[in-house]
């Protein structure tokens, strides 16, 4: 028991392990780092995998070598990209029977009904700016999936945000992430990060609750 703890700490907590896991897999790192990436996008069972803190930490230890910038960036879009069309995928197959069977431990009703309200809010780059939202970004492509969303269009959302995300958060680790200040306060700085990327969306929510009450 204490093992498989162990592990699932290891697992959530993979940021923190980096240095280990390079010393101990070389580049075979780069794999289990697709896998994260895929699985945190990918699965709505998994949204409490490391997504912007892990993109964040690799864009710092690229800075120092450790890792080969062209290549996080060719791996970690790619699974981005792949992650949420598979997601889309499986929303569309299977949403409204997984949905229809309520709650259980790794998939919550609510987690989509709020999705949802995002979606109603912003339509289809929803898909773009949930990459930046935690929970949201796992069931963001699921959505869309069965809203039966053009997947072309989904296409286009996707490709963009994934560039997008793997781009802010590995170049702000890169330039800033072993600057000693943020080495000491690196959740706040991650959560900085996640306030500004939500600018837009909190700007818009703001506007939104104007023009009802300008309606009213």
């Known amino acids: 028991m204490e093992l498989i703890k162990s592990i699932i700490e290891f697992i959530l907590h993979i940021d923190r392990h980096l240095d280990v896991l390079i010393k101990s897999f070389g580049n075979?790192?780069?794999?289990?780092?697709?896998?994260?990436?895929?699985?945190?996008?990918g699965l709505?069972?998994?949204?409490?995998?490391?997504?912007?803190?892990?993109?964040?930490?690799?864009?710092a230890?690229?800075?120092?070598?450790?890792?080969?910038?062209?290549?996080?960036?060719?791996?970690?879009?790619?699974?981005?990209?792949?992650?949420?069309?598979?997601n889309y995928a499986f929303g569309k197959l299977f949403g409204e029977r997984l949905l229809a069977k309520g709650?259980?431990?790794?998939?919550?009703?609510e987690h989509v009904d709020r999705t949802h309200k995002f979606y109603e809010r912003h339509g289809g780059k929803t898909i773009i700016l949930a990459r930046?939202?935690?929970i949201v970004r796992t069931f963001a492509p699921f959505v869309a999936g069965i809203g039966k969303m053009s997947y072309l269009?989904?296409?286009?959302?996707?490709?963009?945000?994934?560039?997008l995300w793997v781009f802010?958060?590995?170049?702000?680790?890169?330039?800033?992430?072993?600057?000693p200040i943020v080495k000491d306060n690196f959740m706040i700085v991650i959560?900085?990060?996640?306030f500004i990327s939500l600018l837009p969306v909190i700007t818009e929510l703001w506007k939104n609750s104007k023009r009802k009450k300008a309606n009213c």
Not at 44 to 59: A, E, R
Request: aromatic share 22%; hydrophobic share 60%.
């Open 28 to 41: 075979w790192t780069y794999l289990l780092l697709f896998l994260i990436i895929f699985c945190e996008t």
């Open 44 to 59: 709505v069972v998994t949204p409490f995998l490391p997504g912007d803190s892990l993109l964040f930490v690799l864009g």
């Open 61 to 86: 230890f690229s800075a120092v070598g450790f890792f080969n910038l062209t290549w996080i960036f060719i791996i970690l879009i790619s699974a981005a990209i792949i992650g949420d069309s598979v």
């Open 103 to 109: 709650d259980h431990r790794f998939f919550k009703r």
């Open 132 to 134: 930046f939202v935690p």
């Open 153 to 163: 269009k989904f296409l286009v959302y996707n490709v963009v945000g994934g560039i």
């Open 168 to 179: 802010v958060f590995v170049l702000a680790g890169y330039f800033f992430g072993n600057v």
């Open 191 to 194: 959560f900085a990060m996640m």
